[in-house]
């Protein structure tokens, strides 16, 4: 397995379990990551988010068995970790969640972002 593929196969797990988790058990999902519960109605959303967790996770396994990745959804995998990110440091930043809520995901965001930086050849940046 190749360094590629292997951040492409840690973000595919990370988007299925995310998927998986806001879909099945949105409400307890939520209180385990230090957030407050949503209100009931709100899952319908959440649901439909969960969808494009799911189908993000089942790109980045498409893309991992592949010799050459197509590069468009690589950068598209790195503009969601670098917004994710931003958006956890200003709600952070705001006081809104404390840092026992946006470290973890952070982290996972910057290491994501960087390494899919790092380990993609830059010609393909071009």
Do not use: C, E
């Amino acid at each position: 397995m190749t360094r590629q593929s292997t951040i492409l196969w840690l973000i595919a797990i990370s988007q299925f379990a995310l998927g998986a988790l806001v879909i099945l058990i949105p409400q307890q999902f939520f209180l385990l990551i230090g957030l407050s519960a949503p209100p009931i109605d709100n899952n319908y959303m959440l649901g439909m988010l969960g969808a494009r967790f799911l189908a993000y996770g089942a790109g980045m396994a498409m893309l991992a068995r592949q010799p050459s990745p197509n590069i468009f959804w690589i950068r598209n995998m790195m503009f969601i970790q670098i917004v994710d990110f931003a958006v956890g440091g200003f709600y952070f930043a705001t006081g809104t969640i404390g840092f026992s809520v946006v470290a973890f995901p952070m982290f996972n965001a910057a290491l994501f972002a960087t390494l899919l930086w790092l380990w993609f050849p830059k010609q393909v940046y071009a």
